[in-house]
């Protein structure tokens, strides 16, 4: 069945860079996307990336590919306090639009 | 700026209470998802509307939750009774007809039942 997994923890200092990986099972994912949910909040569309694609960046923001692994990754350049959050990866198949969600990496800031 | 808006933010209820979420989506929007967030997971679908149809109801527990968007513009999810399991957050989210690629989120309704 359809799964899509990510470690759940991330702590970063302020500055650096963050990478939040994913992985997932369904081969016939047509669309992946990165969705950023504040405390008390719904969840924020980041980005997304098309399945024949193996990058795409949008300022500070760098989603990588590999579609052969089934692995996702986002990297947020220059890290700031207001980027703490919880970041799910999801992927849609083609079969409907349906979005599995994974369970969210919870991205802390360190001074 | 154009958001899905919820009510309530919060609700609090007894267990074997009769509990209504609303969700009104942004306009013009005709596709509209309810799910469910248990804490530390991603959300769930539960139901999913094309208009005023039901597009997707598979994980929607249909014993005690009913859904309905009788005019195809805003919605009502129901919990009769509600049970300690169904404490959580209660997402709505729309999308433009054609557009698959963003679903636009509400706030949430967090329900606790004690």
């Known amino acids: 069945g359809e799964d899509v997994e990510q470690s759940l923890f991330l702590s970063v200092r302020e500055g650096d860079s963050s990478v939040i990986n994913c992985t997932y099972t369904?081969?016939?994912?047509?669309?992946l996307y990165w969705y950023k949910q504040e405390p008390g909040a719904g969840l924020q569309l980041l980005t997304y990336i098309f399945s024949n694609m193996d990058m795409k960046q949008d300022q500070r923001l760098t989603v990588l590919l590999n579609k052969k692994d089934k692995h996702l990754s986002l990297r947020i350049a220059d890290t700031q306090t207001g980027d703490s959050a919880i970041y799910f990866c999801a992927e849609r198949g083609n079969r409907d639009d349906k979005i599995i969600f994974g369970k969210g990496t919870r991205l802390h800031i360190l001074p | 700026e154009a958001e899905v808006a919820q009510s309530p933010r919060y609700k609090i209820t007894e267990k074997s209470q009769a509990v209504a979420f609303w969700c009104d989506p942004i306009s013009g929007h005709a596709t509209l998802y309810w799910y469910r967030q248990i804490l530390g997971q991603g959300p769930e679908l539960l139901v999913q509307f094309q208009d005023e149809s039901v597009v997707d109801d598979s994980q929607l527990p249909k014993d005690r939750f009913s859904a309905e968007r009788l005019k195809g513009v805003d919605s009502t999810l129901k919990i009769q009774p509600a049970e300690l399991g169904d404490s959580a957050m209660y997402l709505c989210?729309?999308?433009?007809?054609?557009?698959?690629?963003?679903?636009?989120f509400g706030p949430g309704t967090r329900l606790t039942v004690l």
């Open positions: 369904d081969s016939s994912s047509t669309y």
């Open positions: 989210a729309s999308r433009d007809r054609g557009s698959y690629n963003e679903q636009f």
